[in-house]
Every structure is written in structure tokens, then in C-alpha cells.
């Protein structure tokens, strides 16, 4: 509260940039249990075996990429360079509607959120310092697409682009990584929008295969690295703190760029999707046009401390009920992926377990409130440790061609401008066309009405918050 006031009086007569409180150097120096660097294969073991063991699923990741590629519409293709170049942190602004999106990109490039800035810049960001997806890809050793059957694709790019350069491997893909550990990130900070940032953060990994860099099993893994990110980061107490400092940033500068409360600032504004067309996209983005090579109707092995995800958007909750919550809205067992050596996080259905309204039965279970299909009994809480479920030995079967994948119509172009020059990124950033670039900052002032009204809507939801995440450390 005392630094949020600070922020606010110092600006009194100045510009917000200029106002703007940083994270201090000891909390961006401090060694936090969670910077270590760590090994993602466990999580997306399973495509080594696809590759040996199941040359249909493969052949429908070839042909899903080249449908998707060589389908795009020209508004696709446009929004898949701005992704491909820019900071996905602020190209994905959209995500949060139209008017909230162009405030945040707005507050970004003048430099008025430093602390997301911090966390969540393509270069040097800190939720995804420590997580570069090139061991991984380095692992798996498979070619992308622009490698395996460049005549069989489109090219896209922009002019003077480099998109097809890179031979680093595909799987995973890296870039729909960082877009995951992104909008994750603010999906937590912001949970009332979370359909929308998931689904937008979705776009940016499908985007990926409209670039023909990558294929649909890349862009999975990618989705699972990018969470798994942000579940070590949210797991650790002591760089939770960051976030809820970032996530008081957020808010604040929201509801003084919008003149009201949050809650009636996203009433107000044009979502980039309805919830339930965002909830929607973003489940079918979670295994593409893939079968079910597996047996469905599974129990899901929820991966250790992936209940921290949910921190935000079920405050109140035991970490082992929203680890039910999780459990009761995971996808279906059996697509490509489903279990790795460390519990499945392909199944997570992150953007459907920040939305759903729960209610706790009288013996500390979860329901789910009108969740409209008959739920799985969740399993009794903090039991079971995940295990390895073996490989399945389903023969192959006749490949079948996907459909073409229906893009939504978004509601706004994206702010970021699409001729950014790429440089090279940070450590979470892959080489050669996968190296990602810094936002620039410019100085834009805020009145004084604006810091009055971050005064009056802000402070009061800024304590309550803290305390809130606080009472998870």
C-alpha cells in the first residue's frame, strides 16, 4: 500500500513513466529457488515414441501444418509476422479487449510498467530467464517444416525477414514457450480474462504453423513448457512476491487509463472472444485434430504443485481442492502427449480452471458449478504421486486429413508494430528465426485526474490482493 501511494503521489504534476516504481535491485539480484535451470524432456517424452512407433500420428502433423499454412488468410498471416518479430507480452495485448489492450500497450511502451516489464519482456524477462527451450530441441533433433517439405508450403513473412533461416530443431516450439509463460503470466494477474488471454496466447502458438516454422506437436509442448514455466515461478514464495507487486501494477494503471473499477472497465469493453468461444478455441487448440491413440475416460495425473496456477483465480481454495478443480476440467484422456514421466500437463485446461465456479461440498470436495457434462470423482486430495503410464501400443491406423482450423475473427488489430527488426533474445529465446527483440519505451504523460482516480479504484483492491496472494506463501 505504502509503495503504491508512493507511485501515486510522485506523480502528482508528472508524467506516469516518470512516476513509475521499479522492481528495487535487490529483488531483481535476489537468487531465487526457482531460477535453476531445468530439464523439460520429461514433460513431452511421448513424441520420441510417436516418431518410431506411430508414423500415422506423424503424417498428420505433416498434413495439419500444411493445411494450416497454406489456408491462412491474409489477416492471419499478418498477425503471425507481428507474433513472430515482436514482443509477444505486448502484441498479444488484444487478448485483453479492445480498449484495456490499447491502454496496456500504451502504459508498456511508455515505460509505465516497469515490474511487468521485468517479468515478462521476450528479452532478459524473469518468469522465463532460466527456461530456454534449446536443450529440449536439441534432445529431440527433428527438423521443421520448412526443412522436411519446404515445396509443399507457403512462405511467410515479412519484408527482408529471416523466418525460414533458423535449423534449430522444432520440437519444441520456443516461441509458442515464451508466448505461454506471457500470457499465462498475465492470465493470472488477470483471471477475469483469462478465456481471452489463453485464447489469444493460443493464436500466437498456432501462429507458429501458419509461419511454417513449426507443427502441431510442437506448438503442444510448447503450451506445456510455457505452463510448467510459470508453475516453478508461481511455486516458489519468494518470486510470487514479484508477481503480486506486477499484478498491483497492472490493475492500477488499467483503472486509471479506463477512468473505472476493472470489473466495469472489461463490462464495458469489446472482448477479443466470448468466454465460452475463447474456452472453446483454446480446448481445441489443446490437441488439434489428432485422435485419441489412447484409452479416453483416464484419471489425469496432476503434476506436482501445478495447483499453483490457480493461485489468482481461486484465492480461497486449499491447494488440494484446486487440484481437484484442475482433475474435473482436464481434457480427456488418450490425444498425442497425454502422459509424460511428470504427470500431464498436456490434459491441463488451464484457461477452463480459472474460469470455473466451484463450490465446496461439506467434505472439503469440489464441485463444479453448471458445468453442463457429468463431472469425474475427483481423487481423494494430496494421495497419489504422479506416475509413468507406459507408452500405448495402439496399432496405427489410416490417416485421416484434417480440417481446416477456423480462426476467430479478432476484434482489433494488434498495436505492436509488424517491423520490429528481431535481435537476439534471451536465454528463453530459440536461435536463428526464433530470436526475439526488446519493446522500446517511450515517454507518455499522465494527467493528474488519472493518478486520482488510480487513488480512489486502485488502493483499496491493491491491499486486498497482496493480502490474498500472501496467504498462498
Not at 472453446?280 to 495425473?301: H, K
Request: glycine fraction near 8%; include cysteine.
Amino acid at each position: 500500500m505504502t509503495t503504491g501511494l508512493g507511485v501515486l503521489l510522485s506523480g502528482f504534476g508528472a508524467g506516469a513513466a516518470s512516476a513509475a516504481e521499479p522492481f528495487t535491485d535487490d529483488q531483481l539480484a535476489y537468487d531465487y529457488p526457482s531460477n535453476a535451470e531445468y530439464d523439460y524432456v520429461p514433460i513431452m517424452d511421448q513424441f520420441s515414441w510417436l516418431v518410431t512407433d506411430r508414423a500415422d500420428i506423424i503424417a498428420l502433423n505433416d498434413s495439419q501444418t500444411v493445411d494450416i499454412n497454406t489456408s491462412a488468410t491474409p489477416e492471419q498471416v499478418e498477425r503471425a509476422i507481428v507474433d513472430q518479430y515482436d514482443d509477444m507480452s505486448v502484441s498479444m495485448a488484444d487478448g485483453l479487449g479492445e480498449n484495456l489492450g490499447a491502454i496496456y500497450t500504451e502504459a508498456r511502451l511508455a515505460g509505465e510498467l516497469p515490474k511487468i516489464d521485468a517479468l515478462l519482456a521476450k528479452s532478459g524477462g524473469l518468469v522465463g530467464y532460466y527456461s530456454s527451450s534449446n536443450p529440449s530441441k536439441n534432445y529431440f533433433d527433428y527438423d521443421r517444416p520448412y526443412i522436411r517439405f519446404p515445396e509443399l508450403l507457403q512462405y511467410r513473412d515479412k519484408e527482408g525477414g529471416d523466418a525460414w533461416d533458423s535449423t534449430s530443431g522444432a520440437y519444441p516450439s520456443g516461441h509458442t514457450s515464451q508466448a505461454y509463460w506471457q500470457g499465462t503470466s498475465l492470465s493470472m494477474m488477470l483471471p477475469e480474462l483469462a478465456p481471452q488471454i489463453l485464447a489469444r496466447t493460443s493464436e500466437a502458438g498456432n501462429n507458429r504453423i501458419v509461419m511454417a516454422a513449426h507443427y502441431p506437436l510442437d506448438v503442444m509442448s510448447g503450451r506445456m513448457m510455457g505452463q510448467h514455466i510459470v508453475e516453478r515461478r508461481m511455486s516458489d514464495p519468494a518470486f510470487r512476491e514479484l508477481f503480486a507487486e506486477a499484478e498491483a501494477e497492472l490493475r492500477g494503471v488499467l483503472e486509471a487509463g479506463c477512468g473505472a473499477s476493472l470489473a466495469d472497465c472489461i463490462e464495458a469493453d469489446t472482448p477479443y472472444l466470448s468466454d465460452g468461444d475463447a474456452l472453446a478455441l483454446y480446448e481445441q487448440r489443446m490437441s488439434y485434430a489428432f485422435p485419441q491413440i489412447a484409452p479416453a475416460g483416464e484419471a489425469v495425473t496432476i503434476p506436482a504443485n501445478a495447483d499453483s496456477l490457480l493461485i489468482t483465480s481461486h484465492p480461497d481454495l486449499t491447494p488440494e481442492q484446486r487440484r481437484q478443480v484442475l482433475e474435473l476440467t482436464a481434457l480427456d484422456s488418450g490425444y498425442p502427449l497425454d502422459e509424460g514421466a511428470e504427470g500431464s500437463w498436456q490434459r491441463l485446461n488451464l484457461a477452463a480452471a480459472m474460469a470455473a465456479q466451484v463450490e465446496v461440498n461439506a467434505d472439503g470436495t469440489i464441485s463444479l458449478v453448471d458445468a453442463g457434462a457429468e463431472q469425474p470423482e475427483p481423487s481423494t486430495p494430496g494421495t497419489a504421486e504422479p506416475t509413468v503410464t507406459p507408452a500405448p501400443t495402439v496399432a496405427p491406423t489410416a490417416i485421416t486429413e484434417p480440417t481446416a482450423i477456423t480462426e476467430p475473427t479478432a476484434t482489433a488489430e494488434p498495436t505492436a508494430s509488424a517491423t520490429t527488426v528481431p535481435a537476439a533474445g534471451g536465454n528463453s529465446a530459440d536461435g536463428g528465426s526464433d530470436a526475439l527483440a526488446t519493446t522500446g519505451a517511450e515517454n507518455i504523460g499522465v494527467g493528474l485526474m488519472a493518478a486520482l482516480a488510480l487513488i480512489v479504484t486502485g488502493a483499496t483492491a491493491l491491499v486486498l490482493r497482496k493480502r490474498s496472494a500472501r496467504s498462498d506463501s
